[in-house]
């Protein structure tokens, strides 16, 4: 029943995502592909153009997932006491950890599949017949997995998604501020979760094969991250009084 709760809370904003990014691969693939050659008779318009257009919709479409990284992370079981749905709620025989972690864990999903769904997308649209490129698939899901647990870590200390999402934004610009300021001016690196999507310096999200070697101790480092968010959303949810 819990599990049903997540979806009808989250459901218009992941259909809503999903949806753009099913419209807007769908535009691009048709660009890209030309079925009915419509395109190709174009002589006025040079390929390159139509290549170009096709690059920035798919780029589009993936950087809709960290976006629906904040708006799902604002959805979680702070909203409730925001919502004052939390004493209906708490009253359910469920541990408060039991709630949290089953809302973290159903938009999690959600993310992942959102994620998914973007890289193959993009992948379909440029190479035919290669393997999915791991890096940029894992990356960017750990990537929106990051942003989603800021952002539901803060929607719950605040109790509210308006400060979740604006507090979360801020953390996750901060840090990536001060990472750029950090490397210019003092050359010293910080963790870059981005670096978990682009190989070497290359700044592809897909291309063929594996793309590099696979940065398998970011990936769990940056996941332990996202689990430390949640476990003091979790100490916080503990300790409010609905």
């Known amino acids: ?6 979806w009808r809370d989250t459901r218009s904003t992941f259909l809503f995502v999903l949806t753009t990014i099913l419209a807007n691969s769908a535009l691009g693939l048709f660009v890209h592909f030309d079925p009915f050659g419509w395109i190709a008779a ?24 960290p976006v629906a990284g904040f708006v799902l992370g604002a959805l979680g079981v702070g909203t409730e006491f925001e919502g004052r749905t939390a004493d209906f709620l708490l009253t359910r025989p469920r541990s408060r950890r039991s709630l949290l972690w089953t ?9 992942a599949a959102l ?16 393997a999915v490129n791991i890096r ?3 990356g960017m899901s ?3 997995l990051v942003i989603y647990s800021i952002t539901y870590m803060m929607t719950t200390l605040t109790c509210s998604s308006r400060h979740g999402v604006s507090l979360g934004m801020l953390i996750f610009m901060a ?36 793309a590099g070697d696979l940065p398998v101790p970011a990936w769990f480092g940056w996941l332990a991250v996202c689990l430390l968010f949640t476990f003091v959303a979790q100490l916080a949810f503990e300790r409010q009084e609905a």
């Open 1 to 6: 029943m819990y599990l049903w709760k997540c």
């Open 42 to 65: 174009k002589a006025e318009w040079p390929r390159t153009l139509w290549t170009t257009t096709t690059q920035a919709l798919m780029l589009t479409m993936v950087g809709l997932t």
């Open 103 to 111: 809302s973290w864990a159903f938009g999690a999903a959600e993310m």
């Open 115 to 130: 994620v998914i769904l973007s890289i193959t997308m993009v992948w379909i649209g440029h190479i035919r017949g290669a």
């Open 136 to 138: 940029g698939m894992v």
């Open 142 to 144: 750990i990537v929106a």
């Open 175 to 210: 840090y990536t501020g001060l990472g750029v300021w950090l490397q210019l001016w003092y050359e010293i690196k910080i963790p870059n979760m981005w670096d978990m999507v682009f190989s070497s310096g290359r700044r592809e999200v897909m291309s063929a094969g594996f």
